[in-house]
């Protein structure tokens, strides 16, 4: 997985989006959550600790107003995208499988597999994306590209 984890900034987007972590998956832990005492962010890659000076010098990802909206829409209304972008991931999925999208900063998104257990699969864009209609034009380039390759 080629996923750049900011600890800090991950921690400032979900502060600044009011929440103390992702989705909790159906079985393993959330993608990223706040510890209680807020000192660390616990992932599902292991635990950081977190200053709060390093807080306060963090910006949220740009993101951070339209994340949960974005991830919303995807999962209700094109999860049939999300086997093609895995695909390009270098992951296969049996169809079937519940798949989610719990989380998209402007570098790129996770996508959730839900199949024994929870299985994180970072999609890179191909250029950071800075606004909502950025990430919606690259995730349909990106998906042309996907199905293009088949």
């Keep these: ?13 979900l502060r600044v989006r ?22 660390s962010l616990l992932t599902a890659f292991g635990e950081f600790p977190i200053s709060a000076s390093m807080l306060a010098a963090t910006e949220p ?6 994340a949960q909206g974005i991830c919303s829409h995807m999962e209700d ?3 049939d995208t999300f086997a093609d972008f895995l695909r ?14 719990p989380w998209v900063e402007q570098d ?3 996508l959730t ?20 209609n950025d990430v919606r034009k690259t995730l349909i380039l990106m998906l042309r590209e996907a199905r293009h390759e088949r």
């Excluded at 929440?19 to 005492?37: M, N």
């Excluded at 390009?88 to 999208?101: C, D, F, I, L």
Aim: hydrophobic content about 35%; proline content about 10%; overall charge negative.
């Design 88 to 101: 390009t991931a270098g992951r296969e999925v049996e169809k079937g499988v519940p798949v989610t999208m």
């Design 77 to 79: 209304d094109h999860a």
């Design 61 to 66: 990802d740009p993101l951070w107003e339209s």
């Design 1 to 13: 997985m080629n996923y750049d984890l900011k600890p800090a900034k991950v921690a400032s987007t």
């Design 18 to 39: 009011g929440l103390q972590g992702t989705p909790e998956p159906a079985q393993g832990q959330p993608l990223f959550r706040l510890s209680k005492s807020g000192e």
């Design 113 to 132: 597999i839900h199949q024994d257990g929870a299985e994180h699969v970072w999609v890179s864009f191909p250029q950071p994306c800075l606004s909502a």
């Design 108 to 110: 790129g998104f996770f």
